[in-house]
């Protein structure tokens, strides 16, 4: 163990931030060896975001302040070495999704540590492609990354931070804003890093998703490292223990048991505990119209006064959009909202509810305090300033009347921001992600003040991930991501829906990807012709880095994580014969590149996508034969045929479809809306009801028909050659 | 793949030609060279200082937005389009003869306004066609000094994150009351811009401070030569914008056009 080399080591650092009162590090020492994960862990203000930063340098070179002892970063000293010189030794991913990257394109973030590093163009290019290649981001190349979830931020961060191949990786709270998924992925980023032998030194308020990952952890408090632990010592604490020393549960099961009890224990608006809900929804349908709209629709829900709501569901599965519809903010898409058991319009719903937004800052405009609480209010009325004062001692904020509201730490600004709701005589508090980046302590005085409004009266509904928040404080919870999102009316189709005629399937089909290994010269002139043409373009060069046909081989791979076989052909034919499904429209059989075949299946259509493969509708199809139940090829995504396979014999293109597989829908499809804030510009994957996971990545199969100028003339107009 | 389709008759309903996958799927838009846009920038401070005639104006206007248009910003294009026609047209009612007195301030302020238009015009064109890279690399091309560069290329970022910011303080605002409504803004200017431009500005110091920090552990600061993943160069359409956009001025300043 000794024998590793020691990429970090700290020898009794002390530091204290610049115009602050206590120092933030006491004579801290800490060694972390080479490809070992270690976690920082501690209440908030305990130092480990301190210690993060003086691990790539930021301190004391960006925060100044008085700093003594010795940091010694992958051989370099990190506190007189500038900064610059420890860039491509470490890689650094912080905590906000949104702030985090420099460019608004996604390929130019990646290519902007290298840029400043003073690295030759196609030096570039060719780690664009390794790293994109290895964090899996090929399709969201060139997007821009305003209109990109949170946890595809996370994920192009640690691409970006990774692209000069560092030594050591330094993470700060990665996790603070994403839901399940996105930290599961993130988990899966981590492993691969530790396998690849970086080593990796992450700050964490939410430690469960590290379990089994770190190999040390480091407890901090008040500046000072409190206790090291190795892995299996530290994860057979009891809970007890770990909740002594301010840190959030190692093991969620238990809350995610009360979760799901609390979700069943979701009250039926009938059946009333006598009074009138404060707000009631009857068939609310979310979402808003344009190119990138969405709708869905909600379970019928009611709020009471003195209950806390939990609303739950990962990131895009509508919450977002649902408390701004309670709130007014945007109107419903259909169905009704009752106020106090009257039909309630949007303003009306504004003047009752008010909303604390996850990042406060937008919601407090003045001096002081009390200036604060009484914005819209008479101030010299002596009832309202006495009502200021009660409100303000309730919320332990007097010692603060008059200090400046951006000076107050995030817990007193979100109590500012509920004051203001209460001088109002707002009814209905929705808290959103409240928790989000808090330790254990300030977690529970956030619960504390929720049992303290209901108290009051008041109707709460919190929007969050954090589980142990909605295990200990909610009264009950909506998960609007188990809820069906489709009724009747979705089901039987829309309008832009095509028919589908069996006549432009029939036949046989060859993979392109025959086209990308053919031997023909003619062929791989083409190939030439067009490298040639994307090499030439600045913004498609990274494409090309390792040669323009592993690009298109890795696009229009027919092999899937389930199927490791690549498809050569299909052949399509009616369905019938004996045994088949009255709801059959088509016969697929399913071949290798050996001409073995693989499967037949008969497939119905179960219903079609409106904006799936490449934004056009999409069908669905899948089979109800007992044989394929571990299938890879049971559930099929495909666009219909373009051109038909007639019009190529009027001279037109070879026609050629777009398909994507799997054994179970889910794998390929989400339900939900794009990131409700931002309305998209150019993303394919905008839908009603319905999204790819990915809608630009599929494989390819073509008419097995005409000669090599048929395919060439294909691969031409690919690249818009003429 | 979406081919190039000859025969148009064909199922209409997809989208036309672009390639398969994410990185070709954006079209490429024709700009013109980020120090060409910085030249127009500086024409249009020039115009407002040398105080041109109102023709001149009016046929730089014209040639700032088509730039601008032909980079796609069709909404943007015609939404100046329209300021500027309006500002002008209320700059050249005659209060006296229409025997509104009152009207000499809404004029005088719609010419100040006017005049200040093509600076904000030639500065949207530039910051929000550009990437940050190509912005750095040509202003690195000029030498120009980093104490420069940097600010240039944070205002750059910034940009698109303010429409979202603003979005998000008027919902806060209508919760709370202040300035509701469609004309609530105009009832109360003063106030709303406090309230709007607090929130507003403290939140951009947060987001400034974050994104410091992540420029820096990307090297920004580094001494030496930075390079570019992007080609950046004069091209012909480059050298003849400046001089079209220069001869207006200079035929101005002669006493030609006046």
Redesign the interface.
């Known amino acids: 163990m000794s024998v590793r080399n020691r990429e970090s080591i700290t020898d009794h650092v002390s530091f204290r931030y610049e115009h602050a009162q206590e120092t933030a590090l006491h004579d801290v020492s800490l060694d972390v060896h080479q490809s070992r994960c270690i976690v920082l862990c501690g209440a908030s203000g305990c130092g480990k975001t301190t210690y993060s930063r003086i691990v ?1 340098g ?1 301190v004391p ?2 925060f100044h302040g008085e700093f003594t002892g010795r940091q010694i970063t992958c051989g370099l000293d990190a506190s007189t070495v ?3 010189r420890l ?2 030794l ?1 890689g ?1 991913v ?1 905590q ?1 999704p ?8 996604v ?2 973030e990646l ?11 196609d030096d ?2 060719r780690r ?1 492609a390794s790293v994109s290649d290895r964090f899996g981001i ?6 821009s990354i ?1 209109h990109l979830s949170g946890g595809q931020k996370q994920r192009i961060a640690m691409a ?1 931070a990774s692209v000069l191949n560092p030594r050591l990786m330094v993470l700060d709270e990665p996790t603070s804003n994403l839901d399940a998924h996105a930290i599961a992925d993130m988990r899966t980023m981590i492993e691969r890093m530790k396998a690849d032998g970086l080593t990796i030194i992450i700050a964490e308020h939410r430690l469960a998703w590290l379990n089994g990952v770190a190999d040390r952890y480091v407890v901090f408090d008040g500046g000072r490292i409190v206790r090291e632990y190795e892995a299996s010592e530290f994860l057979a604490l009891s809970p007890g223990c770990i909740a002594a020393m301010g840190l959030r549960a190692l093991n969620l099961e238990p809350y995610r048991k009360q979760i799901a009890e609390l979700e069943r224990r979701r009250a039926f608006p009938s059946s009333s505990s006598g009074a009138t809900p404060l707000l009631a929804t009857r068939d609310l349908a979310i979402g808003y119209r344009g190119r990138d709209g969405f709708m869905r629709h909600v379970p019928d829900m009611a709020f009471r006064a003195g209950e806390i709501t939990g609303l739950m569901g990962h990131n895009g599965c509508g919450k977002t959009t649902l408390v ?1 519809t309670l ?1 007014g ?1 945007v109107k419903p898409a259909g169905g009704t909202i009752m106020l106090n058991g009257r039909k309630a319009r949007p303003r009306d719903l ?2 009752a ?3 604390v ?1 996850q ?1 406060v ?6 001096d002081s305090v009390r200036e604060e609480l009484m ?2 209010l008479d101030e010299t009325d002596p009832a309202v300033i006495a009502q200021a004062d009660r409100v303000m001692d309730d919320l332990d904020l007097t010692a603060f009347a008059d200090r400046h509201p ?1 000076s107050l730490s995030d817990g007193q600004k979100q109590r500012v921001a509920i004051g ?1 709701a209460l001088m ?1 005589g707002k009814d209905l508090i929705i808290l959103d992600e409240p928790t989000s980046g808090l330790d254990r302590y300030h977690m529970e005085q956030v619960g504390g003040l929720l049992r303290q409004l209901a108290a009051r009266g008041k109707a709460i509904l919190v929007v969050t991930h954090d589980e142990e928040l909605a295990a200990g404080w909610c009264d009950r919870i909506i998960n609007l991501e188990k809820e069906p999102i489709m009724n009747a009316t979705n089901m039987s189709g829309t309008a ?1 829906a ?1 028919a589908f005629d069996i006549a432009d399937w029939l036949g046989d089909w060859e993979s ?1 990807e025959h086209y990308i290994d053919s031997d023909d010269p003619t062929i791989q002139q083409t190939w030439e012709a067009a490298e040639q043409a994307v090499l030439a ?7 090309a880095a390792h040669g323009i046909r592993t690009f298109w081989s890795m ?2 791979a027919t092999t899937s994580p389930e199927n490791i076989i690549h498809i050569g052909w299909w052949r399509v034919s009616e369905p019938g014969g004996a045994g088949a499904a009255a709801s059959a429209v088509i016969r697929i059989e399913w071949f290798a590149e050996d001409n073995t075949s693989l499967d037949i299946y008969d497939y119905r259509i179960d219903h079609v996508i409106e904006h799936g493969l ?4 999409t069908f669905v199809f899948t089979t109800d034969d007992p044989n394929a139940e571990d299938s890879p090829f049971r559930w099929l995504l495909v666009i ?1 045929p ?3 396979r007639r ?1 190529f014999t ?1 001279g ?2 070879l026609s ?1 479809l ?1 398909f994507q597989y799997a054994n179970d829908l889910a794998t390929l499809v989400v339900s939900g809306e794009p990131d409700a ?2 309305h998209a510009e ?1 993303t ?1 994957s905008g839908s009603a009801t319905e999204t790819l996971h990915n809608p ?3 494989a ?1 199969m073509c008419a097995d028909e005409g000669t090599v100028q048929d395919r060439c003339a ?1 691969i031409r ?4 050659l003429q | 793949m979406r081919a190039n389709l000859n025969d148009s008759s064909v199922n209409a309903s997809r989208p036309s030609a672009t390639p398969a996958t994410g990185a070709f799927a954006y079209a490429v838009r024709p700009t013109l060279d980020p120090r060409t846009k910085l030249f127009l920038l500086l024409a249009a401070n020039l115009m407002l200082f040398f105080h041109v005639a109102l023709t001149t104006q009016i046929v730089m206007v014209v040639l700032f937005l088509i730039p601008l248009a032909a980079a796609g910003r069709w909404k943007t294009t015609l939404n100046f389009a329209i300021t500027y026609a309006a500002f002008t047209a209320l700059g050249l009612l005659d209060p006296d003869a229409l025997g509104l007195p009152w009207l000499h301030v809404v004029s005088a302020l719609a010419v100040g306004l006017a005049m200040m238009l093509p600076c904000f015009i030639t500065g949207a064109y530039a910051f929000t066609t550009t990437s940050a890279s190509e912005f750095i690399c040509s202003m690195r091309r000029m030498h120009a000094p980093e104490a420069v560069v940097i600010p240039c290329v944070v205002v750059i970022r910034f940009f698109p994150t303010i429409a979202e910011d603003y979005r998000q303080i008027r919902n806060a605002m209508a919760l709370r009351g202040i300035a509701a409504g469609g004309w609530g803004l105009l009832r109360h200017p003063a106030q709303s811009l406090e309230y709007i431009l607090i929130p507003l500005l403290m939140n951009a110091t947060t987001v400034a401070q974050d994104l410091s920090v992540a420029a820096l552990t990307k090297g920004l600061g580094r001494e030496g030569a930075h390079t570019s993943r992007t080609r950046i160069r004069m091209g012909v359409l480059d050298w003849l914008a400046m001089v079209v956009v220069s001869v207006p001025i200079i035929l101005d300043m002669a006493g030609v056009l006046r």
């Open positions: 790539n930021l070179q960006f500038p900064i610059d860039t491509p470490v650094s912080f906000n949104k702030t985090q990257y420099f460019n608004a394109n390929t130019d290519a902007f540590a290298a840029e400043n590093m003073g690295l030759p163009a570039i290019n664009i090929g399709p969201l190349l060139g997007r305003f970006a701004k709130t903010l504004t003047r509810g008010f909303m937004m990042d800052n937008y919601q407090l405009f003045s914005i819209g951006m203001s109002c832009g095509p392109f373009d600045p913004r498609m060069a990274p494409m696009a229009c490449e934004g056009s509708p219909a373009l051109p038909s019009a009027k037109g293109l050629h777009h804030d931002i150019g394919a630009r990545w599929y390819t294909i107009a690919l690249h818009h």
